[in-house]
């Protein structure tokens, strides 16, 4: 199994940058890919990100293109998403996804607040 713990969620003011962190734990030599999806109140879940376990094949959403970056962490078996521009509407909780063969976890989320 799979373990996730994500991090680095706050508050922030529009135009801001966070750094959010998922590290995985487990059977982390199974892991595919990671995603990052982020779900506001009353609306509904959307992908913002998806990385392959080498890193080699990154996907974005369409909303966070330019302004989001994914990338394997400098802390062993971590995914950070680095968000830069930061705009109201990025509110949301951030989940942390990582897919093997044959299952799927998630983490409990990180709150993401941008406000002035």
């Known amino acids: 199994q799979v373990q996730l713990v994500e991090s680095g969620g706050g508050l922030v003011q529009p135009g801001g940058s966070l750094r959010l962190s998922c590290a995985a734990s487990?059977?982390?030599?199974?892991?595919?890919?990671i995603s990052w999806y982020r779900q506001a109140p009353g609306k509904q879940r959307e992908l913002v990100a998806v990385?392959?376990?080498?890193?080699?094949?990154?996907i974005y959403g369409d909303s966070v293109k330019g302004r989001f970056t994914i990338s394997r962490g400098d802390a062993k078996n971590t995914v950070d998403l680095q968000m830069n521009s930061l705009k109201p509407e990025d509110t949301a909780v951030y989940y942390c996804?990582?897919?093997?063969?044959?299952?799927?976890?998630w983490g409990r989320g990180t709150q993401v607040t941008v406000s002035s």
């Open positions: 487990g059977s982390i030599i199974s892991i595919n890919r």
């Open positions: 990385i392959t376990s080498g890193g080699t094949t990154i």
């Open positions: 996804s990582a897919v093997t063969v044959g299952a799927s976890y």
